[in-house]
């Protein structure tokens, strides 16, 4: 009797491993994009172009009303961090975004405009700008708002030891003057962000800046709060963590949580733009498959950021009299890169990025092999049935919304087997032993496999569908099995192995178009190990200062590179997803930016 | 009982210790750390920035290290600190997250064993009844409906159509406290403490029923009939005790699969649990937090085979330990 309760015992810890191994399995890492159709829905879905101005008119219609609260769901829970040097989701955005401000910010044209900071100048050499900030802006607890908050922000960005506590945001403080010298201890002082006086504020840059605006477009934190906590405490202290204790400046304050359910956020009475409309904006945790139920009976009122209502829902929330649905472009795409080139295991071992050591992939290294490919896939077709027609076919890796975008420039590659076929004829893969396959211009036979992750349903369903294409033009294709996404990255980065094609999906910043990062042949999110000497070249002479001081310089530029991309092309774009907001018509004042949903929130107003 | 009672819980150490080793290698074997899977999300940070912190936080070291790091400081009491919630610490992750699924896993065994005992007992008696049959049909259906299929129709019908019941979370508004919390907790509780307990109840209902039919069936039932004890009497004394047992054996299992098996259910109500945490911190390799849990579990399930020993004996004190 006894000596079976062991059993029993070792059951459960065979339970416990086998729930970790499942885990493993099938569970997505990446919980930004979450869409669950397969794709069957042929009919054709009519588009809806943005409606934004229709909102716009409707809330010009009668006068805003004061009070009423408004309940906004996100599938997902922050991890918690609500501190803009810290965090690292879109969910915790989702209420920064609301209680912290910077001092610029971006239009609908992306272009840069006043915010914290009324006023800037530039001097000619783009090394330095003097911003002059708002007076009268207090932060949520009373106290004032000023340039000493800005070079706190700034400087703890900087210090070191930030890094080490967690922050990723280091773009934003290292290139100016004397990051390197404070960043390693050398010296307490900070010259990079210099106060000149309370309302004044200098940043210096020890290199003509080129972006300068967006430099300075980080989210201030209060330097009366957090100026003598280390920077290791900042994470784990209060003012990070707690609602009542999270302080900014923007129209609502952190008021009060129920960790992973809800975050409230209430008026800050004193906002310099002016009293918020509302009293209380609630963000609810609501499983995706109940949100729309919700949204129906009236318990939510708005469907946003990051994930918006899913494509396939579409139809359905349409019909919904009461909901108002705005549709835009979003920032990013998914692509199936090209292996071009493999680094060798001892650049792999050592972690060493360097294009000189690159072995060449056979086959993926050949661009007619790869623009072949390009014909053979049907990209409308997956747009129209995987996406139901809410995205676009883009041809070029910048964001359609940036003025860098070049329709004109790049190969359009729409679907057209005869041309993929004649391409690789052409290149010398030709079907030699009737087995209804291409074989190697040497005769042997052609396998191209296809790797591609978990997380993403849309993705995971697309990669099936980009194999038979290819099939259909005589290319072999091994469709791996999918990989959980961290295991998936590690392997994508480790590329000393045999893979030819991967999938992965980037969401772009809508700071800069600057391509520098993902496809310039240094950058280790070069997952194509694309090595272009020409694009190289390219991407360093837009912003090469002082000619790229002059933006139809920097679109003269970047318009030449997505020729050079689209024609070489280290990577075919698959789609750009659309972003579907939906919320109650009770809700007027709301004028998304391309960017995000959440735009002047003090001037949203309900209906009662 | 005492002595074998120490002796089950000094055995428990060496398991718990090889748990942890497994555990630890396992989730160390996985390709990928907690910084993999972040580092994709967003092309404009330094990759640097993560070689810095993968540094910082020790995982660039061996295996063997990294455990002994860690089952130093846990023998110090201390959990360590959660490497993708930003150094949040884990026990603080995990209080709030472990009342709440403790909350819900007594909440449904207690919905399971008033539902599944009185009808199993029922239907024992009365077979071929039309109690009995209901029952076993529900019992069929119970079991065959996957949990969060069930939950989602509750959510539709009882929550979105009819407003009966709340449909996600655990409380209406943050800042509730004192009587009208509670209740508020306990409505929140009732749709995934019913889809929770489905499946169980149906099994227990079957194994009640079956457990009493064969005891009443037994010799020393007859011999108690033939000296004329009364219906009841037979039945409370004699057969529920013995009846009882594989119950018992059940939940003592029950209480590890309760905690650890909520994760669907959890994630269709939006219930902050344990289970949810346990499976977002193995994908995204959050050690420290997978550790913590799995060591929980672990202890849980061991504390509930041993408190089914326990009861054996006292419900059948035939049952000796010494």
């Known amino acids: 009797?006894?000596?079976?309760?062991?059993?029993?015992?070792?059951?459960?810890?065979?339970?416990?491993?086998?729930?970790?191994?499942?885990?493993?399995?099938?569970?997505?890492?990446?919980?930004?994009?979450?869409?669950?159709?397969?794709?069957?829905?042929?009919?054709?879905?009519?588009?809806?172009?943005?409606?934004?101005?229709?909102?716009?008119?409707?809330?010009?219609?009668?006068?805003?009303?004061?009070?009423?609260?408004?309940?906004?769901?996100?599938?997902?829970?922050?991890?918690?961090?609500?501190?803009?040097?810290?965090?690292?989701?879109?969910?915790?955005?989702?209420?920064?975004?609301?209680?912290?401000?910077?001092?610029?910010?971006?239009?609908?044209?992306?272009?840069?405009?006043?915010?914290?900071?009324?006023?800037?100048?530039?001097?000619d050499d783009h090394t330095e700008i003097t911003l002059t900030l708002e007076e009268g802006v207090t932060w949520h607890d009373g106290e004032p708002f000023t340039a000493d908050d800005v070079v706190y922000t700034y400087k703890a960005i900087a210090s070191p030891g930030y890094i080490e506590a967690g922050g990723v945001r280091t773009e934003y403080a290292n290139k100016l003057v004397g990051y390197e010298a404070f960043n390693s201890g050398e010296t307490n002082e900070f010259e990079g962000v210099v106060a000149e006086d309370d309302y004044t504020v200098t940043f210096k840059f020890t290199e003509p800046n080129v972006t300068i605006l967006k430099d300075?477009?980080?989210?201030?934190?209060?330097?009366?709060?957090?100026?003598?906590?280390?920077?290791?405490?900042?994470?784990?202290?209060?003012?990070?963590?707690?609602?009542?204790?999270?302080?900014?400046?923007?129209?609502?304050?952190?008021?009060?949580?129920?960790?992973?359910?809800?975050?409230?956020?209430?008026?800050?009475?004193?906002?310099?733009?002016?009293?918020?409309?509302?009293?209380?904006?609630?963000?609810?945790?609501?499983?995706?498959?109940?949100?729309?139920?919700?949204?129906?009976?009236?318990?939510?009122?708005?469907?946003?950021?990051?994930?918006?209502?899913?494509?396939?829902?579409?139809?359905?929330?349409?019909?919904?009299?009461?909901?108002?649905?705005?549709?835009?472009?979003?920032?990013?795409?998914?692509?199936?890169?090209?292996?071009?080139?493999?680094?060798?295991?001892?650049?792999?071992d050592s972690g060493t990025l360097n294009q000189d050591n690159w072995v060449a992939n056979e086959d993926m290294s050949e661009q007619l092999v790869r623009q072949a490919m390009a014909y053979a896939i049907d990209r409308q077709a997956i747009v129209d049935n995987l996406l139901?027609?809410?995205?676009?076919?883009?041809?070029?890796?910048?964001?359609?919304?940036?003025?860098?975008?070049?329709?004109?420039a790049v190969t359009a590659y729409s679907y057209d087997p005869d041309q993929a076929n004649a391409l690789l004829d052409e290149a010398g893969y030709v079907d030699t032993n009737g087995d209804g396959y291409r074989e190697t211009p040497d005769g042997e036979e052609w396998v191209v496999n296809l790797n591609y992750p978990t997380g993403n349903q849309l993705r995971e369903a697309s990669a099936p569908i980009l194999a038979q294409f290819l099939e259909a033009v005589g290319i072999k294709i091994d469709l791996r099995q999918p990989k959980e996404m961290?295991?998936?990255?590690?392997?994508?980065?480790?590329?000393?192995?045999?893979?030819?094609?991967?999938?992965?999906?980037?969401?772009?910043?809508?700071?800069?178009p600057d391509p520098s990062g993902l496809w310039k042949s240094g950058a280790a999110y070069n997952f194509s190990r694309w090595n272009n000497p020409e694009s190289d070249q390219l991407i360093e002479e837009a912003m090469q200062a002082p000619d790229a001081f002059d933006q139809s310089y920097r679109e003269e530029k970047y318009s030449e590179w997505q020729s050079v991309f689209s024609e070489d092309l280290p990577?075919?774009?698959?789609?750009?997803?659309?972003?579907?907001?939906?919320?109650h018509e009770r809700l007027n004042g709301v004028n998304p930016m391309p960017y995000r949903f959440i735009n002047d929130p003090h001037l949203w107003w309900v209906s009662q | 009982m005492y002595k074998y009672i120490i002796r089950r819980i000094l055995i428990f150490i060496p398991m718990l210790f090889a748990l942890t080793i497994i555990v630890f290698g396992m989730a160390q074997l996985?390709?990928?750390?907690?910084?993999?899977?972040?580092?994709?999300?967003?092309?404009?940070?330094?990759?640097?920035?993560?070689?810095?912190?993968?540094?910082?936080?020790?995982?660039?070291?061996?295996?063997?290290?990294?455990?002994?790091?860690?089952?130093?400081?846990?023998?110090?009491?201390?959990?360590?600190?959660?490497?993708?919630?930003?150094?949040?610490?884990?026990?603080?992750?995990?209080?709030?997250?472990?009342?709440?699924?403790?909350?819900?896993?007594?909440f449904s065994l207690a919905i399971t064993i008033i539902v599944a005992i009185p009808i199993g007992i029922y239907s024992a008696r009365r077979p071929y009844s039309l109690l009995d049959y209901s029952a076993t049909g529900f019992?069929?259906?119970?079991?065959?409906?996957?949990?969060?299929?069930?939950?989602?129709?509750?959510?539709?019908?009882?929550?979105?159509?009819?407003?009966?019941?709340?449909?996600?979370?655990?409380?209406?508004?943050?800042?509730?406290?004192?009587?009208?919390?509670?209740?508020?907790?306990?409505?929140?509780?009732?749709?995934?403490?019913?889809?929770?307990?489905?499946?169980?109840?149906?099994?227990y209902m079957r194994y009640m029923r079956s457990e009493v039919l064969d005891v009443l069936g037994s010799d020393y039932i007859r011999t108690a009939r033939a000296?004329?004890?009364?219906?009841?009497?037979?039945?409370?004394?004699?057969?529920?005790?013995?009846?009882?047992?594989?119950?018992?054996?059940?939940?003592?299992?029950?209480?590890?699969?309760?905690l650890s098996g909520a994760v669907i259910t959890e994630q269709v109500f939006q219930y902050p649990g344990l289970g949810t945490l346990f499976l977002s911190s193995v994908t995204n390799r959050d050690y420290p937090v997978v550790m913590a849990i799995a060591m929980i579990l672990g202890i849980l399930i061991l504390v509930g085979n041993l408190l089914a020993d326990i009861f054996y004996s006292i419900i059948d004190p035939r049952i000796r330990y010494d």
């Open chain 1, 1 to 123: 009797m006894v000596k079976r309760k062991y059993g029993i015992a070792i059951l459960g810890f065979l339970f416990l491993l086998s729930m970790l191994l499942s885990a493993c399995n099938n569970e997505t890492a990446d919980p930004t994009e979450e869409e669950k159709e397969d794709p069957v829905g042929q009919e054709e879905t009519e588009e809806e172009p943005e409606d934004t101005d229709e909102t716009e008119e409707e809330a010009t219609n009668d006068s805003p009303q004061m009070g009423g609260t408004l309940t906004g769901a996100m599938d997902t829970a922050p991890a918690g961090v609500f501190n803009p040097i810290f965090y690292q989701e879109a969910y915790e955005a989702n209420i920064l975004d609301f209680t912290h401000e910077a001092l610029v910010s971006q239009n609908e044209s992306l272009e840069f405009e006043a915010n914290l900071a009324k006023d800037w100048t530039i001097n």
């Open chain 1, 216 to 348: 300075v477009s980080f989210s201030i934190i209060p330097e009366h709060i957090f100026g003598d906590i280390p920077i290791a405490d900042i994470p784990s202290h209060s003012a990070t963590l707690d609602p009542g204790a999270v302080i900014g400046t923007g129209p609502f304050k952190f008021q009060d949580m129920l960790e992973r359910e809800q975050y409230v956020l209430a008026k800050h009475a004193d906002y310099w733009k002016g009293e918020p409309y509302l009293d209380q904006i609630v963000w609810r945790i609501v499983d995706q498959s109940v949100m729309l139920g919700l949204l129906e009976n009236g318990e939510i009122d708005f469907i946003s950021d990051p994930n918006g209502v899913p494509a396939a829902d579409f139809e359905t929330v349409a019909a919904l009299d009461h909901i108002e649905i705005i549709e835009q472009t979003d920032f990013g795409y998914q692509l199936m890169g090209y292996k071009i080139n493999h680094r060798t295991d001892a650049d792999v």
């Open chain 1, 388 to 408: 139901y027609g809410h995205g676009s076919v883009i041809n070029a890796p910048i964001a359609q919304q940036f003025w860098a975008y070049d329709e004109d």
């Open chain 1, 486 to 512: 961290s295991a998936y990255v590690e392997d994508l980065t480790n590329d000393n192995s045999d893979w030819d094609l991967y999938l992965i999906g980037w969401s772009l910043g809508s700071g800069d």
């Open chain 1, 571 to 583: 990577a075919l774009l698959l789609y750009a997803q659309n972003k579907i907001y939906g919320f």
């Open chain 2, 30 to 106: 996985a390709p990928g750390d907690a910084l993999t899977g972040v580092s994709l999300s967003d092309p404009n940070i330094d990759p640097e920035v993560y070689e810095i912190q993968r540094e910082a936080y020790g995982l660039n070291d061996p295996i063997p290290v990294q455990y002994f790091r860690w089952i130093s400081s846990v023998a110090q009491g201390d959990l360590g600190n959660s490497l993708v919630f930003n150094g949040r610490s884990v026990a603080e992750l995990i209080q709030a997250r472990l009342a709440n699924t403790v909350y819900l896993g007594l």
């Open chain 2, 139 to 203: 019992g069929f259906i119970g079991l065959a409906i996957p949990n969060f299929f069930f939950g989602l129709i509750a959510i539709y019908v009882l929550s979105i159509k009819l407003g009966w019941f709340p449909a996600q979370g655990t409380l209406s508004t943050p800042g509730m406290t004192g009587m009208e919390a509670f209740i508020d907790r306990i409505h929140h509780m009732i749709l995934p403490g019913i889809t929770l307990g489905l499946a169980g109840t149906a099994t």
């Open chain 2, 227 to 258: 000296k004329g004890m009364s219906e009841s009497n037979i039945l409370y004394k004699h057969t529920l005790r013995n009846a009882l047992i594989p119950i018992i054996t059940l939940m003592g299992f029950e209480i590890g699969v309760l």
